[in-house]
């Protein structure tokens, strides 16, 4: 199938898209230098996870961990402790893999080509070629679910998801390919959106097939859950528990002792959501008892402590709100 768009349409286009970029792009911290390590880390955060959650964690990420050398000495409690609230905490924990991999085996020096990244732990397609595009200059394209929305709107729905893959790299500025990757991402991150597209000031507008919102998509019921956590205080400190380190979720991090349904009135409620899941939440006075039945499975921790602990963010969230001020 050949590509719709003859070369002087798809220089036009390029230009477009950049001039778009250059005049519109969001100020985010990991935009503004090039360096590697950064681009990575901005990479890992923003999997799953949206640009306002990620600059957050982002800034104090940098702050605590300024270069690849101090990524790979920290341990690996600390790493997912200033993780929490992310959520995937597989990925943090293949960030510090690969940036042992770094400075051990590679003696500090990053790869220096998407292929060269795609054999570090936690690096697929997308973000291989997203770093060596953005921050070594590398002209290979990118698609992410902006750019994918995009070029199906441009282009028409494709079954052949390497359909996309083709049409980004034939539509690369290969004189700016990252600044070109990072314009596609944001046109899908701020005009060309789901639901409402923006159609009228879109730099795509002239080629665009559909210009307007395809039809909702069917979503999948989200499960309702209840949860119900125990808060115990003695002296300051609050009573924590430790995942299992072979749990499928969240393996190793600290939480409150879940306990069953009780019919005491909680302290506070919450709702909290992750991935296909919503819950509520109860937080209850712990019974005498179950301290006695954690022995040997539970800590007591101050607030200095656990604040620095690889907690899960439920419970840095619950803590943040009813744990003792000191």
């Known amino acids: 199938m050949a590509f719709p768009l003859s070369p002087r349409k798809t220089l036009k286009l390029r ?4 001039h778009f970029y250059d005049a519109s792009r969001r100020d985010l911290p990991w935009r503004r230098d090039r360096d590697p390590y950064r681009v990575w880390v901005s990479e890992i955060m923003l999997q799953q996870t949206r640009v306002a959650a990620a600059l957050h964690h982002y800034a104090r990420w940098i702050e605590r961990f300024p270069t690849v050398q101090h990524l790979a000495k920290a341990r690996a409690q600390s790493v997912l402790a200033l993780w929490s609230g992310l959520g995937y905490y597989h990925r943090a924990r293949r960030l510090h893999k690969a940036a042992k991999v770094i400075v051990r085996e590679r003696e500090g020096e990053f790869p220096c080509t998407a292929e060269q990244w795609r054999q570090l732990p936690g690096v697929g397609r997308y973000t291989a070629r997203a770093i060596a595009s953005i921050a070594l200059g590398e002209a290979v394209a990118v698609v992410d679910g902006n750019v ?16 996309n893959w083709q049409r980004a790299a034939a539509l690369l500025d290969r004189a700016r390919p990252g600044d070109f990757n990072q314009a596609m991402m944001e046109l899908g991150a701020t005009l060309c959106t789901p639901r409402a597209p923006q159609c009228l000031i879109c730099p795509l507008n002239d080629w665009c097939q559909s210009r307007g919102a395809e039809a909702p998509k069917p979503q999948p019921v989200r499960k309702q859950k209840q949860l119900h956590y125990a808060l115990a205080c003695e002296g300051g400190s609050v009573l924590l528990v430790q995942r299992s380190h072979d749990a499928k979720r969240m393996a190793g991090m600290w939480e409150l002792p879940e306990i069953n349904v009780t019919h005491d009135e909680p302290i506070a409620t919450f709702r909290h959501s992750i991935t296909d899941s919503d819950y509520l939440v109860a937080v209850h006075p712990v019974p005498g008892a179950l301290i006695q039945s954690l022995k040997g499975n539970a800590r007591w921790c101050s607030r200095k402590r656990w604040e620095k602990m690889a907690l899960t963010g439920l419970t840095r969230k619950v803590l943040r709100k009813l744990a003792p001020a000191t």
Not at 15 to 18: M, Q, S, T
Not at 154 to 159: A, N, P
């Open 15 to 18: 230009r477009a898209v950049l």
């Open 148 to 163: 994918e929305r995009v070029l199906d709107r441009m282009f028409g729905t494709s079954d052949d998801r390497e359909r």
